[in-house]
């Protein structure tokens, strides 16, 4: 039984997965830089200035975002083509169990973020911040247009390459609970580059996001469904647009 959680495969799948985990996170932020800058021509053409995404209206704004994860798509989907991938995780409806799990899974990653938020600013970090949050306070709106494209897009292009193929990965070269560190910090790690230009501190944000990356990789495991930690990181988005949309406009203290 021990096995399951760790274990140490030979030195060829071991290779294998490292080499291919960073290199799929790598061809899926090319492929959607790549896709998102297509798309952006297209926008360009149409009369929009995509050279300044702040001043975007909402729609072509969340669009470009979705465009973005579609890159990422198509770097699961040829992969899952030509190296079997498909056996590195499963995905099917959620049970009355899974759904159960999903308001667990939501209520930690609450408990779990504000516990390290409010620990952080304790002891005087101050975090940075995401750009689409930066970008969506000066027009709120958008944060009601990306809810759709973050469980359609964000949510299951992230979780199908985090938690799908690399911790499938990792799981099959280190065991269960390497995998799930392991992903985490190959997941914290990409949004640095969202983070950017904040004038908060980055690592500590960075560390949030790869904890959370653990209780998503560990409701994964616990569920064998990949479809419970997509559920739960759109609706652990979805909850956060629905507040800064809330906060920018005043309704929150309302």
Same mark, same amino acid.
């Given at each position: 039984?021990?096995?399951?959680?760790?274990?140490?495969?030979?030195?060829?799948?071991?290779?294998?997965?490292?080499?291919?985990?960073?290199?799929?996170?790598?061809?899926?932020?090319?492929?959607g830089?790549?896709?998102? %800058?297509?798309?952006?021509?297209?926008?360009?053409?149409?009369?929009?200035?995509?050279?300044e995404?702040?001043?975007?209206?909402?729609?072509?704004?969340?669009?470009?975002?979705?465009?973005?994860?579609?890159?990422?798509?198509?770097?699961?989907?040829?992969?899952?083509?030509?190296?079997?991938?498909?056996?590195?995780?499963?995905?099917?409806?959620?049970?009355?169990?899974?759904?159960?799990l999903?308001?667990?899974?939501?209520?930690?990653?609450?408990?779990?973020?504000a516990?390290?938020?409010?620990?952080?600013?304790?002891?005087?970090?101050?975090?940075?911040?995401?750009?689409?949050? *930066?970008?969506?306070?000066?027009? !709120?709106?958008?944060?009601?247009? %990306?809810?759709?494209?973050t469980?359609?897009?964000?949510?299951?292009?992230?979780?199908?390459?985090?938690?799908?193929?690399?911790?499938?990965?990792?799981?099959?070269?280190?065991?269960?609970?390497?995998?799930?560190?392991?992903?985490?910090?190959l997941?914290?790690?990409?949004?640095? %580059?969202?983070?950017?230009?904040?004038?908060?501190?980055?690592v500590?944000?960075?560390?949030?996001?790869?904890?959370?990356?653990?209780?998503?990789? *560990?409701?994964?495991?616990?569920?064998?469904?990949?479809?419970? !930690?997509?559920?739960?990181?759109?609706?652990?988005?979805?909850?956060?647009?629905?507040?800064?949309?809330?906060?920018?406009?005043?309704?929150?203290?309302?």
């Open positions: 039984m021990a096995s399951e959680y760790y274990r140490v495969a030979d030195m060829e799948t071991r290779v294998e997965s490292l080499l291919h985990s960073v290199l799929l996170v790598v061809a899926a932020f090319v492929a830089t790549l896709v998102y %800058l297509s798309a952006g021509s297209v926008l360009q053409s149409a009369g929009y200035d995509v050279t995404t702040a001043t975007l209206p909402p729609l072509p704004y969340a669009t470009l975002t979705a465009m973005q994860f579609v890159g990422f798509f198509v770097v699961i989907g040829l992969y899952l083509r030509f190296r079997d991938g498909d056996e590195l995780f499963s995905v099917d409806v959620p049970s009355l169990r899974d759904a159960g999903v308001v667990v899974g939501f209520v930690a990653l609450f408990v779990v973020a516990a390290l938020s409010t620990f952080l600013e304790t002891i005087g970090v101050d975090t940075a911040t995401n750009q689409v949050i *930066t970008q969506g306070q000066q027009d !709120p709106v958008r944060f009601l247009y %990306l809810i759709p494209v469980f359609l897009f964000v949510a299951p292009a992230e979780e199908l390459l985090f938690r799908g193929l690399v911790q499938g990965l990792f799981r099959r070269a280190y065991g269960v609970v390497p995998a799930i560190l392991l992903a985490s910090v997941f914290g790690a990409p949004h640095y %580059l969202a983070l950017m230009g904040s004038d908060g501190s980055i500590p944000k960075l560390a949030l996001i790869a904890v959370l990356g653990v209780i998503l990789g *560990t409701l994964y495991e616990l569920t064998d469904n990949l479809a419970v !930690p997509i559920l739960v990181h759109g609706f652990w988005n979805s909850f956060s647009f629905v507040s800064q949309y809330l906060n920018a406009t005043g309704l929150l203290g309302a």
